[in-house]
């Protein structure tokens, strides 16, 4: 399994829902031509990879959630492919993109300790070798009460509890080969935060849905022109049924380069419920009207991902 006490109550699940700790990095790679037999062994290895490290100090609780991208899927897993995997698809509204870049494989490594993450990407990178290239390399912080760096707390609605797997986990009835797996979407967000801090307080919880101190929820306003972030982001289908996702954002920046951002992760058992998402923030609700939290945030790069089962991870290569 992949350490943590979350894998350890059901060794079958990767980390996924392992807590939110206090920092995290975002590995995303690709894969060089002829590099896939290596990728694939160095996959089946994540598990005793990361073992290594953790045991380092246990109570760090250093976690690996391993995805494997459509464009490689294939050829480095030699499994058939879970049906609703394939690459992120550019979203183009009137005012906003979402753009799709590269990304065959994301690592995200999470802890309590800043080193044991680097450890373990230091000896995975070394271990992959000149078989994947870096696209991106994010390490993101917990930010005081767990708030972006719009100032805002978030992960309030994420599922909690039994709603957490059945929003999160793929199950057999789903999709057999892609059980116990899950449909990972992510995307880095730079913020304006010059511009951000020049709207008034009630401006922002406007265009969040919350309060900004305490967090509350604010009640939808029907003739609200663009929509808040909160209600674009709430997915409910033909039965009225409400489908959730697991975000595990964190925020990363480096004031002395002007860089301030958010780094998008969200975890689903089925990713049309992200895409329409997306679609509601980008294309807008109605067509035209955006999520003006893009107004201030510009998404640079997109990708998807399929978490398999610690079992399925373990099985792959050798
Ligand atoms: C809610 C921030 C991008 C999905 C929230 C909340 C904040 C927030 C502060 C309210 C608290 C909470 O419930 O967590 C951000 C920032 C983003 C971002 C700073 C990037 C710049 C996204 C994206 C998606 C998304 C790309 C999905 C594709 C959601 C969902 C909720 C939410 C599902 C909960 C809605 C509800 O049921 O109340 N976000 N978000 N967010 N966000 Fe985002």
Do not use: L, S
């Given at each position: 399994t992949l350490t943590t006490t979350r894998a350890m109550s059901n060794p079958q699940v990767q980390a996924i829902a392992g807590p939110l700790t206090s920092t995290a990095t975002f590995l995303v790679l690709t894969v060089q031509p002829g590099g896939e037999a290596a990728v694939a062994d160095v996959l089946g290895s994540v598990s005793d990879l990361s073992k290594n490290v953790a045991i380092r100090d246990a109570g760090a609780g250093l976690s690996v959630t391993v995805g494997i991208g459509a464009r490689v899927w294939d050829a480095v897993t030699g499994l058939s492919r879970p049906s609703e995997l394939h690459e992120f698809k550019e979203l183009r509204g009137a005012t906003h993109t979402a753009p799709s870049t590269p990304g065959d494989l994301l690592f995200h490594i999470r802890a309590e300790r800043r080193d044991l993450v680097y450890e373990f990407e230091r000896i995975l990178l070394d271990k992959l070798g000149a078989a994947v290239t870096v696209e991106d390399e994010t390490t993101g912080f917990r930010y005081f009460d767990a708030r972006d760096l719009l100032g805002f707390i978030d992960g309030t609605a994420n599922p909690i509890g039994q709603a957490l797997d059945a929003s999160v986990i793929i199950a057999e009835e789903d999709d057999a080969h892609a059980a116990r797996g899950s449909y990972v979407t992510t995307q880095k967000y730079l913020h304006n935060l010059k511009s951000w801090g020049k709207l008034k307080t009630e401006d922002q919880e406007a265009v969040i849905g919350r309060t900004k101190i305490d967090n509350v929820e604010l009640a939808d306003q029907a003739d609200a022109d663009q929509k808040p972030h909160k209600q674009l982001a709430t997915i409910v289908d033909e039965n009225g049924v409400e489908h959730d996702i697991l975000r595990d954002n964190m925020p990363f920046g480096a004031p002395g380069k002007g860089e301030y951002g958010t780094y998008f992760i969200g975890y689903s058992r089925r990713l049309w419920v992200t895409e329409e998402m997306l679609r509601r923030m980008?294309?807008?609700?109605?067509?035209?009207?955006?999520?003006?939290?893009l107004d201030f945030s510009t998404a640079v790069t997109g990708s998807v991902f399929f978490v398999p089962c610690a079992e399925v991870l373990d099985s792959i290569g050798s």
């Open positions: 980008f294309i807008g609700v109605p067509e035209g009207k955006h999520d003006r939290i």
